[in-house]
């Protein structure tokens, strides 16, 4: 097997980026925080991919949704990319039905 290395690439530098982005998307808020880094201790192989997700999923959501949907997965524990774009989703939809 071929391992690719590039050690100009610094990953942390990265993936802080990536992590302060998603937590300016999230409102930078408590619960952001919370929900960041239960991810990052739950999920810390595929952070990376969690906080990609996360980041296209609240990109052009309104914040009151946003953070609607992030209270929900807190109080039940739900710390994951994709159960918070799904409550996202409903969020969204139940916005539109009113």
Do not use: W
Not at 8 to 17: C, F, G, I, M, V
Not at 34 to 59: C, G, M, N, T, W
Request: charged share 40%.
């Amino acid at each position: 097997m071929i391992k690719l290395s590039h050690p100009e690439r610094d990953r942390n530098t990265e993936l802080d980026k990536l992590y302060d982005d998603v937590f300016r998307l999230l409102g930078f808020s408590e619960e952001a925080k919370i929900l960041l880094d239960e991810i990052r201790k739950e999920k810390a192989r595929y952070f990376r991919d969690q906080l990609s997700l996360l980041k296209k999923a609240v990109e052009g959501i309104d914040a009151d949704v946003i953070n609607k949907a992030l209270m929900y997965c807190l109080e039940r524990r739900m710390y994951s990319a994709t159960l918070l774009k799904k409550r996202l989703n409903i969020s969204i939809l139940k916005k539109k039905k009113k």
